[in-house]
């Protein structure tokens, strides 16, 4: 009973001593949500957009420019100037006035017919690796633009016989049911007239075969092409079968049997209007792009950047603040001298540590409270996981936090050293801790120090609560709860060395 | 009977320096004993040996009958320490300060508010008691420790300088309320550089570089010192003839001239001196005008101690060993 009273009196103590600086407890609670504030309203989100001047060569036609200026103009390139001056354009990208320079090929057409790949240089003067591999991929994603706008211009002109390929199979079917009319009507007459326009259409369609292949050979390897290609060649099979079908009308004399080859006509005149229907119907950018990936997001919640930076700045924020009060306070302990105190008085050092550890939890709790509950109403940040799971989070959070906090106050010889000994912590956990850089971005051997990080499991928990709505991970949840009283166990050890007689 | 403390050749060294050497004495329950000594003399190095918070390099201490290093809560309990210097929580009320240490000492929290408002009223500090005590004067501060130490009714008090820094009136009613402890039963230690202040206690302990100068009742330490009783002598025309005349007599040990007209003369005993020299002098036809015991006060004692220990380096005075290990 008296352990208790006496773990109260440290708890209590501790709770008055913060409660009294008014300017503290200010700052304890509105310092972290006017960071959180700040941080959403000024945070933009996004990448910048790339600050651009095309330069077009004397000789590029002015179509040419405007292809290659919408295809780099409709992504994140933001043109700011389409020039024929390179020296001038290049010293505004020395100045750093723009983020690149796009110098067209002047002899585009000169090296695709020569067999050679066409160059778009695109020059950048950049020294952030995230930004130059920013600009990299986006000139990726324009140059394939530009491919395949040429491309798909290229099968809208081959499209043209593939169309024509189309209405003559539509014809010879029509065709064939009035000759197979004709023959079981008897009109020899009128039969022949129909074989002899048939004919004229199947050379017509041999024809507009070996055009449409040749722009589809235009559109190159692409799967639609290539599909498109493979029925055409049927196409032709088809073709030789109806020959061969007219040729056996015409050489039989025997009724029954130019009725039945009629018959077969109709049957193969139809599968020819089949594909060739087939043929006419796919557009020029399904050739060119047979597949369309999109995205579609299963998360329950799809946050704007300051959602999703919400829990990752809480979980920040209480870190710093359970490490630096802690700390403090154990410091502070020594150099006023109370440790003499505790030396003689009947206090266990177990008792100093539960006693500060529930009263830095008590405001810890307190300011997670008051964060959450702002960034919620005040910036719409959602909160969907219950409320248990969340206290979950915050506690293990806090757990470990202190748990570290003690142990940097145990081993700091001044106020000093406590808080430059904090501030590392919080540098290693805005580098380590998953807050701007994701863990697997992070070479394996610094995981060892992410996973250190009382914040490492605080953000990831607090995030998977708040905007997934899902209870943190025993993975998550376990390993900070073994991490605080690792450094709870280390500290009480190296705390007590320093109390016992000496 | 066992001693509340006992010392017994103590030893204490900091970084090959020896702090306190061979320190012996005994302190009984029930009495005020004052530690005192120059600044540097192992008064507070002493004292946290008598606490635990040192162990003694050399010798043993006992406080309880045991050695304080391995105490436990209850004997913890009986004791309540004032360090020397303030280490109270400047943001929290006096009031707040107090409930603080009582509560260490386990005062429940249904008696807490009694003794508290007790021990206040006991230090006059009810008008203060919502101040910070940061915010209160250093004598109130001092008197706010006091009552700290005082709040769980130790047996054994052990005090580290309580008065430095308060002013004359303060000492005094803080000397008033260590005799009100030592009536009620209760064993205080007390250090002390205002050496007058020995006057105040049952037993002294002097200390002069760690080492024990003197060990005593206070006159005992003071005859010691002086060398035995001191006689005042004011007589009109006194001359070298009539200082040798006092000097031969029996039980004179010195005989100091610190006037014209007046001597001091250190005696064994001076009830049975003052008519031997009273007689001597008038067969010499000298008419002394006044002749009484002279007390010196403990400043003037301490500097003789110091003198003799000067003589005598490393050596306690003739005497203090004895004493000590009565």
């Known amino acids: 009973m008296k352990e208790l009273i006496r773990i109260w009196a440290f708890a209590v103590k501790e709770l008055r001593t913060i409660f009294r600086q008014k300017r503290l407890l200010g700052t304890l609670v509105l310092g972290p949500f006017l960071i959180l504030l700040l941080f959403g309203v000024g945070f933009k989100g996004g990448q910048v957009p790339i600050r651009t001047i095309v330069v077009a060569p004397g000789a590029t036609a002015t179509q040419e420019v405007e292809r290659y200026r919408q295809a780099f103009g409709t992504g994140t390139f933001q043109i700011v100037d389409v020039t024929r001056d390179e020296p001038a354009a290049r010293a505004r990208l020395d100045r750093r006035q723009v983020d690149a320079v796009v110098v067209l090929p002047g002899d585009a057409f000169d090296t695709i017919y020569g067999g050679h790949q066409a160059q778009i240089a695109v020059l950048v003067n950049e020294i952030d690796p995230v930004r130059r591999s920013w600009i990299d991929y986006n000139t990726f994603v324009a140059g ?44 020899a007459a009128a ?28 559109a190159g390897q692409s799967l639609g092409a290539r599909a498109a290609a493979d029925v055409v060649g ?118 100093i540590v539960v006693g500060k550890t529930i009263a830095f939890a008590v405001v810890g709790g307190l300011v997670a409270l008051a964060l959450v509950v702002l960034a919620n109403r005040g910036l719409g940040v959602p909160a969907i996981g219950n409320v248990r799971d969340l206290w979950e989070s915050i506690g293990v959070l806090l757990v470990a936090a202190l748990g570290l906090g003690f142990l940097i106050g145990v081993v700091s010889r001044t106020e000093n050293q406590a808080v430059q000994l904090a501030m590392l912590s919080l540098i290693a956990s805005t580098f380590f801790g998953g807050f701007f850089i994701a863990l697997d971005q992070l070479e394996p051997f610094a995981w060892a120090l992410s996973y250190l990080l009382p914040v490492t499991y605080g953000i990831r928990n607090l ?19 073994a991490l605080g009283l690792v450094c709870y166990v280390v500290g009480t050890v190296l705390f007590r060395r320093q109390l016992r007689p000496r | 009977m066992a001693g509340v403390i006992e010392l017994d050749g103590a030893t204490k060294a900091f970084d090959g320096r020896t702090v306190v050497g061979d320190l012996s004495f005994r302190v009984d329950a ?76 386990g005062v429940s929290i249904f008696h807490r ?20 005590a940061g915010g209160v004067s250093g004598g109130e501060q001092r008197r706010l420790e006091l009552a700290c130490t005082l709040v769980h009714d130790p047996d054994l008090v052990v005090m580290d300088e309580p008065t430095a820094g308060v002013d004359p009136v303060l000492r005094k009613k803080f000397w008033d309320h260590f005799r009100a402890l030592r009536d009620q039963g209760r064993t205080l230690l007390v250090t002390t550089q205002y050496v007058t202040e020995a006057e105040y206690c049952d037993q002294v302990v002097a200390l002069r570089g760690g080492r024990l100068a003197a060990f005593g009742e206070p006159d005992a330490v003071r005859r010691e010192a002086m060398g035995g009783d001191v006689l005042r002598l004011q007589a009109a025309g006194l001359t070298r003839q009539h200082l040798d005349v006092v000097a031969r007599q029996p039980g004179v040990a010195e005989v100091v001239p610190v006037g014209p007209d007046e001597i001091r003369i250190t005696v064994d005993d001076a009830g049975q001196a003052t008519p031997r020299i009273l007689a001597a002098l008038e067969r010499d036809g000298l008419s002394a005008q006044n002749l009484s015991e002279y007390r010196p006060n403990f400043d003037e004692v301490f500097v003789r101690l110091m003198e003799q220990q000067d003589a005598e380096p490393g050596a306690p005075p003739d005497g203090a060993a004895r004493r000590a290990a009565a």
């Open chain 1, 144 to 187: 394939s633009g530009i491919n395949r706008s040429i491309v798909t211009e290229a099968l809208r002109e081959g499209k043209s016989p593939t169309q024509q390929l189309g209405a003559t199979a539509d014809r010879l079917d029509a065709r064939a049911q009035q000759l197979r009319a004709d023959v079981e009507g008897g009109d």
């Open chain 1, 191 to 218: 039969a022949r007239g129909t074989i002899a326009q048939m004919r004229s259409d199947t050379a017509l369609a041999r024809a507009l075969t070996g055009g449409a292949l040749s722009s589809l050979e235009t």
């Open chain 1, 234 to 351: 049927r196409v032709n099979g088809e073709l030789d079968r109806v020959d061969a079908d007219l040729n056996a009308l015409e050489s039989s004399t025997d009724p029954t049997q130019r009725r039945q080859a009629a018959a077969q006509l109709q049957n193969d005149t139809g599968a020819l209007k089949a594909d060739g229907d087939k043929i006419a119907a796919i557009p020029a950018e399904v050739l060119v792009s047979p597949f369309d990936a999109k995205t579609r997001n299963v998360a329950p919640n799809e946050p704007r950047y300051v959602a999703f930076y919400a829990p990752a700045v809480i979980a920040l924020l209480l870190q710093h603040l359970a490490i630096t009060l802690i700390a403090l306070s154990v410091v502070r302990e020594r150099l006023l001298g109370a440790l003499e105190l505790f030396r003689v008085a009947p206090v266990s050092t177990p008792t």
């Open chain 1, 463 to 481: 995030q998977d609560v708040m905007l997934r709505g899902a209870p943190p991970e025993p993975l998550y949840l376990y390993p900070p709860l």
């Open chain 2, 30 to 105: 029930g009495t005020i004993v004052g530690l005192i000594g120059p600044s540097g003399s192992g008064k507070t190095t002493t004292v946290r040996m008598v606490l635990g918070v040192h162990p003694p390099d050399q010798g043993r201490v006992l406080v309880f009958g045991r050695d304080p290093r391995g105490f436990g809560v209850a004997q913890r309990q009986r004791i309540g320490y004032m360090p020397q210097h303030f280490v109270l929580y400047p943001e929290l009320s006096v009031e707040e300060n107090l409930d603080f240490m009582a509560s260490c000492y």
């Open chain 2, 113 to 132: 508010g009694r003794t508290v408002k007790r021990m206040l009223d006991l230090v006059e500090l009810g008008h203060v008691r919502k101040r910070p």
